[in-house]
């Protein structure tokens, strides 16, 4: 069955940098995959859905890449601020599947 | 919009007692689903619903997990007898269709201690 992979529990960077997390997949490749942002006591919210087909997708500060061949999407935030510390999510529309999360703390 | 609202917000039981979840989605969202959110964990899907009926319930402890939507609308999530492990948070989500362009929508969960 597919496999969500989200590559470290946690990231620590210096306010201004930009932060970068991986999900990677296994199996088929989703036709679209989802990134959600988790703040503590509080449900998921959507961010950016990218489709197998486009290579990238921004909406602000936020950048979304997917590489069929790596089976890997990208997320970026540039410019980061200690507001955007949160835990980031992968969702694959597919399968309905969340990957674990990876943990994102911006210091000032 | 209203978003998706769950209650209780809290809940501590004992094992072997009975819970349940209450959830009013999205108004005009067709597909809600169930998940848990075991600490350090992502959401897993229990079960999804399109309007009242079920569209997946495969990773649904079904000897100890029960769910219904009434009417299309709100629905409510059971545990009954509970165990330890179901310590949790229940996280309810809708969306107005299925597939890409219908990302969820979480109501803030309820948080699950069994002892």
């Known amino acids: 069955s597919q496999k969500i992979e989200q590559n470290s529990e946690a990231l620590n960077i210096q306010e201004g940098k930009t932060a970068t997390l991986t999900c990677n997949y296994t199996n088929y490749s989703p036709a679209y995959l989802q990134w959600y942002r988790q703040d503590p006591g509080r449900g998921p919210v959507f961010l950016l859905l990218i489709r197998e087909n486009e290579k990238e997708k921004r909406k602000e500060r936020l950048k979304v890449t997917f590489d069929t061949t790596l089976k890997q999407s990208l997320f970026h935030i540039t410019a980061s601020q200690p507001a955007d510390s949160a835990t980031y999510l992968c969702y694959n529309n597919n399968d309905m599947r969340f990957g674990a999360g990876t943990r994102l703390t911006v210091k000032p | 919009e209203a978003g998706v609202a769950q209650s209780p917000r809290y809940k501590i039981i004992e094992k072997r007692q009975s819970v349940a979840f209450w959830c009013n989605p999205i108004s005009g969202h067709a597909t809600l689903y169930w998940y848990q959110q075991i600490l350090g964990q992502g959401p897993k899907l229990l079960i999804q619903?399109?309007?009242?009926?079920?569209?997946?319930d495969s990773q649904l402890p079904k000897d100890r997990f029960s769910a219904e939507r009434l009417k299309g609308v709100d629905s409510t999530l059971k545990i009954q007898p509970a165990k330890l492990e179901d310590s949790a948070v229940y996280l309810c989500?809708?969306?107005?269709?299925?597939?890409?362009?219908?990302?969820?929508?979480f109501g803030n969960g309820t948080r699950l201690t069994v002892t």
């Open positions: 989500a809708s969306s107005l269709g299925f597939g890409a362009n219908s990302p969820l929508h």
């Open positions: 619903f399109q309007n009242n009926g079920v569209v997946d």
